[in-house]
């Protein structure tokens, strides 16, 4: 690679500036302060990394098998192969006969004895020093070696400028008093070591990022990130909303109004949100609040309530939902609760005719729409709200970071934002919401309504799928309705699973006196809504489906359900299905139908899935397996903010780096914008969202 291609390939990996390049850490470091004879090398066992160097005596390129080039080199002691299934000219030209070179490698029996496949070379004189640190390997993209990565960063530490970008401004008084014992580097010493650890180094505590080094980089990135919510939290306060107090008389309030039709009574964690979510509604500031909820634990009953008490003052409110099968579920409870009182409701999907699309925005811009319930048609810029006082956003991590709604809007000359509630059924981890949610306020629905019962969830082989239908059988039998879940819609020869098309013609065939439906994401919208009602009235009792059937859904008497595949779903997903039973009087079940052989982590997954009920233990198993990025919403924002910080392993430091972000925003306002300048540049912008 020339030294002009470089700097711009570089700059495609965002590695633009000495800070940039600085922050490029390593992911695993290569101990090349060791040389062994090539005796010694071959004498440390089978499979072990070592490094060696000797005279290339041989240097062919083979056709066969494949085309391949060996290497042979030599030194006092003993010969060694190289073998090379892929090569440049260039690498047959740096190991000529005669050449000295320096490989690094596993030493593995091939067939004509013992061999390196693929080593490191470097051509070195016979007498070249070794290196007296460890050598880091770092990310890279295509088209960027190592090489020219370590000469840049090996650079960047000896840039002047860089001094200034990592010099030290945190109080230290600040630092003893929150970190006592923790004897932790400069943030400057830390970084140069991580990028050049001495040979003695603790290869594991680096590895691991437990080393003191790897504490003092992750505490500044979540100090800067805590620093920036916080703020995003004191700008939400300085923002005006219109102020939404319980009215003082009930003659014409659709709250009471509500509360009075509904045919159950809210229950006492129910109560406690909604308490909560209106002292919100009355602050002139927005209210921001997650509303967290188990499967079927009544979130959109507390979010119905939000709605009516903005209506009673003449706003209209939004329930948004990530999927057209979920939003037409929130639109038809809305109906249901709110047409007999006079509301007026508008549905706005992507999938409406122009005619009907036109039409809503037409009802919505006029105000003659009190209550709004879509998909991310809502945020689309030809969707002008005439007086939005609460936005309703289900499911929220699934929008990403980008879609949430931040709408503000005029009434005569006064500017104001509107309150938003964010709703999800898959919980937040404490960790999580320490740190990526430390601007919302969270509610927590932690009770199930009356007459819920727990649901039995058996895990069963795929052989057994005989016996599995004619228990079926007998539970149609009974009245009861039943769901059967798979999980891919087209063939798929190389997972060689049951597609949700075959499974449908086979239950179709086995219980010939039940109707049987089939829903998948590929059904037009139409279709699905079609297939959903006929189960919802009973008329279909077996209802074969896609993970479209995840969320919103509500059959009363369904209360059977089997996933088939369960080893190739997730924690939160399988726990989002199973909520669809267990809504009626029957005792239900949920049967997880594994194909064998199963890895050791499904095997967990399952077991645990078949012992645990409570969500939120679920979701930490979600995050130590997955990460945040899922949670987040990170996969459609593109950025999951935290590059150094590992949620589970580091979570002690979560409370430090508040603590510190508190203190700098009181007693050291003037350093804050350095810090944050430091470490998160524009993607700071990402954390008001």
């Not at 003893?176 to 580097?185: A, F, G, M, T, V």
């Not at 964010?422 to 601007?439: E, G």
């Not at 039940?514 to 998948?520: D, M, Q, R, S, T």
């Amino acid at each position: 690679m020339t030294t002009k291609q470089a700097p711009s390939t570089l700059q495609k990996m965002g590695l633009d500036s000495p800070m940039a390049l600085a922050l490029h850490l390593p992911s695993r470091y290569e101990d090349e302060t060791e040389l062994l004879t090539i005796e010694e090398a071959l004498n440390q066992g089978r499979f072990s990394s070592a490094q060696t160097q000797g005279i290339v005596i041989r240097n062919q390129v083979l056709f066969r098998p494949r085309r391949q080039l060996l290497v042979t080199i030599e030194d006092h002691t003993a010969t060694l192969q190289l073998r090379f299934l892929n090569f440049y000219p260039s690498q047959q030209k740096q190991m000529a006969v005669g050449a000295h070179v320096r490989v690094r490698g596993e030493v593995r029996e091939g067939f004509q004895g013992p061999e390196m496949v693929h080593p490191t070379v470097r051509a070195v004189a016979t007498d070249a020093p070794l290196p007296t640190s460890l050598t880091p390997v770092y990310p890279v993209s295509a088209g960027v070696s190592q090489l020219v990565i370590r000469k840049a960063v090996t650079q960047a530490l000896r840039d002047p400028s860089l001094q200034d970008s990592l010099a030290e401004f945190l109080p230290k008084k600040l630092m003893s008093e929150l970190l006592p014992s923790h004897d932790w580097p400069s943030l400057q010493s830390a970084i140069t070591y991580l990028h050049q650890p001495p040979a003695d180094a603790n290869t594991q505590s680096l590895l691991e990022r437990t080393h003191p080094a790897w504490r003092r980089v992750q505490f500044e990135e979540l100090l800067a990130q805590q620093i920036s919510l916080k703020r995003a939290h004191a700008i939400r306060r300085e923002r005006h909303a219109p102020s939404f107090a319980k009215a003082s008389k009930a003659g014409n309030s659709l709250e009471v109004a509500l509360l009075k039709a509904l045919p159950f009574q809210l229950t006492g964690a129910q109560n406690q949100v909604w308490t909560e979510i209106g002292v919100d509604l009355e602050k002139s500031f927005p209210m921001n609040r997650l509303l967290q909820g188990d499967v079927g634990s009544g979130k959109t009953v507390v979010a119905a309530l939000a709605a009516a008490r903005v209506m009673d003052y003449g706003y209209q409110a939004a329930i948004m939902a990530p999927t057209e099968i979920l939003a037409e579920q929130h639109y038809l409870k809305m109906k249901e609760w709110f047409e007999p009182l006079g509301v007026q409701i508008a549905w706005l999907s992507g999938s409406l005719k122009a005619k009907e699309k036109r039409s809503a925005q037409e009802m919505i811009e006029s105000g003659q729409a009190q209550l709004i319930v879509g998909t991310h048609a809502l945020i689309q810029e030809n969707v002008s709200f005439a007086k939005l006082g609460l936005a309703v956003i289900d499911e929220q991590h699934r929008f990403g970071v980008r879609q949430r709604l931040e709408i503000q809007q005029r009434v005569g000359s006064e500017l104001f934002y509107c309150h938003q509630l964010m709703m999800s059924a898959t919980p937040i981890p404490r960790t999580l919401a320490m740190t990526y949610y430390a601007d919302l306020d969270v509610s927590v629905i932690d009770e199930l309504p009356p007459g819920r019962k727990p649901i039995n969830t058996k895990v069963v082989k795929a052989s057994r799928r005989d016996e599995v239908i004619s228990g079926l059988h007998s539970w149609l039998l009974k009245g009861l309705q039943a769901y059967w879940v798979c999980p891919l819609i087209d063939e798929s020869e190389a997972l060689q699973l049951q597609t949700v098309v075959e499974s449908f013609e086979q239950l179709t065939q086995a219980l010939p006196e039940f109707k049987v439906g089939l829903v998948h994401g590929r059904l037009k919208a139409e279709e699905k809504a079609a297939v959903m009602a006929a189960f919802k009235a009973n008329e279909i009792q077996l209802l074969v489906a896609t993970t479209v059937i995840e969320v919103g859904v509500d059959v009363p008497n369904a209360a059977l359900m089997v996933i088939e595949h369960a080893e190739r779903f997730g924690y939160a997903q399988i726990h989002q299905l199973r909520g669809r039973v267990g809504r009626g009087s029957a005792d239900s079940v949920c049967i997880l139908m594994y194909a064998e052989p199963l890895s050791m982590a499904a095997k967990e997954r399952l077991q645990t899935l078949r012992e645990v009920s409570d969500g939120f233990v679920i979701a930490e198993r979600d995050l130590s397996l997955r990460g945040p990025g899922e949670l987040l919403g990170a996969k459609q924002s593109g950025d999951a903010m935290l590059r150094f910080v590992d949620l589970q392993r580091d979570a002690w430091l979560i409370e430090l780096a508040q603590q510190a972000a508190e203190r700098l925003l009181v007693e050291h306002a003037d350093l804050v914008e350095r810090h944050l300048e430091r470490w998160l540049g524009s993607r700071a912008e990402f954390l008001k969202a």
